[in-house]
């Protein structure tokens, strides 16, 4: 496969789950207010989700005051944003159409529908008066393009690169949601077991999709819990640790290894921060220090990806990082 192609793979998918993401994390603090108190003092409800994508500081440049309607339209239309829902949507698009003979023709419709959709919405000065059925319009449509992928799309080895895309980026979002909101939701005694604090954790499960999957495997919302849950659970898809198992076995189906053996080094770095996840224990991450750990495996992510340029991806890719 031409690296220009396994980049496009990569890139297209690694966009695409970005843009839900940022979807469902809107979408998701929008039900959140509805059952807070605007007088609560648990701080500025919108700040995470500037923390959450590390856009501080492009953010406080545009923008005075940190609100929903700023927040939302930083978040979703600004294409000067790179981590904007547009702007990834468009870099999608934009990969996607490169390798039109590579991916199926429902791919390409999905993708191209999706984007058309959201730049149309941009243009309305309504679209986000009631942004709650637009945010889920974006996931559900985003869903569906996953569903096409796998339906659609031989799993060869461009398949494995968008899985590689899709799982790295997931790995690493549910790692920033949990670090910023695990630490402004740290319990205090006043509020601790009261309604607001069940409110919080729930969303916090919510932005990752785990409410519902959580709840089965565990009575209480605990912050402990939480944390073990996104973190080491091998059955829940968006854990850091499924996602990165995923991400291995893609990759080892891409360099066809056998045995167990590391052929580049790519493997090799995903290998390692795997394995550090399959022998941690929630015990050790905690008296670590969550907010430790979690730095230390984005950084490790981060050399997975520069491991992946380095070995798969020719320099001059289209990407908005």
């Not at 492009?58 to 923008?63: G, I, P, Q, T």
């Not at 993708?111 to 959709?117: Q, S, V």
């Not at 999957?213 to 080491?232: D, G, H, M, S």
């Not at 898809?237 to 995923?246: A, H």
């Amino acid at each position: 496969m031409l690296c220009r192609v396994a980049s496009s793979l990569y890139w297209m998918s690694c966009y695409l789950e970005r843009a839900e993401n940022i979807a469902r994390f809107i979408d998701v603090n929008l039900s959140t207010l509805l059952d807070l108190s605007l007088e609560s003092d648990l701080g500025n409800p919108w700040e995470p989700l500037i923390q959450i994508t590390g856009d501080n500081k492009s953010f406080h440049e545009k923008y005075e005051k940190v609100n929903g309607e700023n927040v939302m339209k930083f978040h979703t239309f600004d294409m000067e944003n790179p981590n904007s829902i547009l702007s990834c949507l468009s870099a999608a698009r934009e990969n996607a159409r490169t390798i039109r003979e590579t991916i199926p023709s429902e791919m390409w419709e999905q993708i191209n529908k999706l984007y058309l959709m959201v730049k149309n919405a941009s243009l309305s000065q309504s679209t986000l008066h009631d942004p709650g059925p637009f945010f889920k319009s974006i996931k559900m449509d985003c869903h569906l393009f996953s569903g096409i992928t796998d339906a659609t799309m031989a799993h060869t080895e461009a398949w494995d690169f968008v899985q590689l895309g899709q799982l790295i980026e997931r790995a690493d979002k549910t790692s920033r949601i949990l670090d910023v909101k695990y630490f402004l939701l740290l319990p205090r005694v006043d509020y601790v077991g009261s309604t607001l604090d069940k409110i919080q954790w729930a969303a916090l499960l919510k932005s990752a999709s785990a409410l519902e999957a959580y709840r089965k495997e565990y009575r209480q919302i605990t912050p402990r819990n939480v944390a073990e849950f996104l973190i080491l659970d091998y059955e829940f898809p968006r854990s850091m640790i499924f996602c990165l198992t995923q991400a291995y076995r893609s990759l080892f189906s891409i360099t066809r290894s056998s045995g167990g053996e590391i052929h580049n080094l790519p493997e090799r770095r995903l290998g390692k921060l795997r394995a550090q996840l399959d022998y941690t224990t929630i015990k050790e991450i905690i008296q670590l220090g969550l907010h430790e750990y979690l730095d230390g495996f984005q950084s490790e992510l981060n050399t997975v990806i520069d491991a992946l340029h380095e070995t798969y991806f020719e320099p001059n890719v289209l990407e908005l990082k």
